[in-house]
């Protein structure tokens, strides 16, 4: 089936700071790519998704590109702030089913 | 606002006891997901509904069950707890029905955090 590996954490920024989180994945097909944000003490919510290959996700800052040729998703934000501090999940659906395959998450703290 | 609530957010109980999460999503949608979220350990799939009172198991069902007697209802239930499912639960609803349902976005609640003595 589909998976999806991305990068460990925790990173730790400072305020102003570039953010990349590496997100690589396995499908069949060409399935929709997300981004999904989980801050303190709260649910999952999505943060950006892409339908298919070359297409850019965008949201509060944060891009990521659908790159069929390197099978990668990875989030960027070009300067981070405190509020961003969270887990961030890399997903896609699985093969054939109603399921999503979500990445292991990522956190990240900012440092003011 | 859209929405997808659960019953709880902090909930204790003893080993033996039955237990039940509730969980309610005002936005018609076919699909609901309980999810159990460890440190280490991600997301994990407990059990998911596409349609009124049809379930299926996802990747880690052993010690749960579910109910899904209403199309915005959707129950976890700890038929015996143990101290190891102490654990965040996450429930989800999604739209859509078929397999490419999965190319649509989830919508979580905010978590139960269960806490088993």
């Known amino acids: 089936g589909n998976s999806v590996t991305q990068m460990e954490g925790p990173v730790t920024l400072s305020e102003e700071a570039f953010l990349t989180i590496n997100c690589t994945y396995t499908a069949t097909g060409y399935p929709s790519l997300f981004w999904y944000v989980q801050y303190p003490g709260e649910g999952l919510q999505l943060l950006l998704k892409a339908t298919k290959a070359d297409d850019k996700g965008s949201n509060k800052g944060f891009e990521a590109t659908y790159r069929k040729e390197t099978t990668s998703f990875h989030l960027e934000k070009g300067s981070v702030q405190v509020s961003d501090s969270a887990v961030y999940f890399c997903a896609l659906p699985n093969t054939g089913g109603f399921k999503t395959i979500f990445g292991a998450g990522t956190r990240l703290f900012v440092k003011a | 606002d859209v929405k997808v609530t659960q019953s709880s957010r902090y909930l204790v109980k003893r080993t033996g006891e039955k237990v039940f999460l509730e969980c309610v999503q005002d936005m018609d949608h076919e699909n609901m997901f309980w999810y159990r979220q460890d440190p280490g350990l991600g997301l994990r799939l407990i059990y998911f509904?596409?349609?009124?009172?049809?379930?299926e198991k996802g990747d880690i069902p052993e010690g749960y069950s579910v109910s899904r007697e209403k199309k915005e209802r959707f129950s976890l239930i700890l038929e015996s707890a143990s101290t190891n499912q102490t654990s965040m639960y996450l429930c989800a609803s999604s739209p859509g029905t078929g397999v490419k349902s999965s190319y649509n976005e989830q919508f979580f609640g905010p978590g139960t955090r269960l806490t088993v003595l």
């Open positions: 509904s596409y349609d009124v009172k049809m379930k």
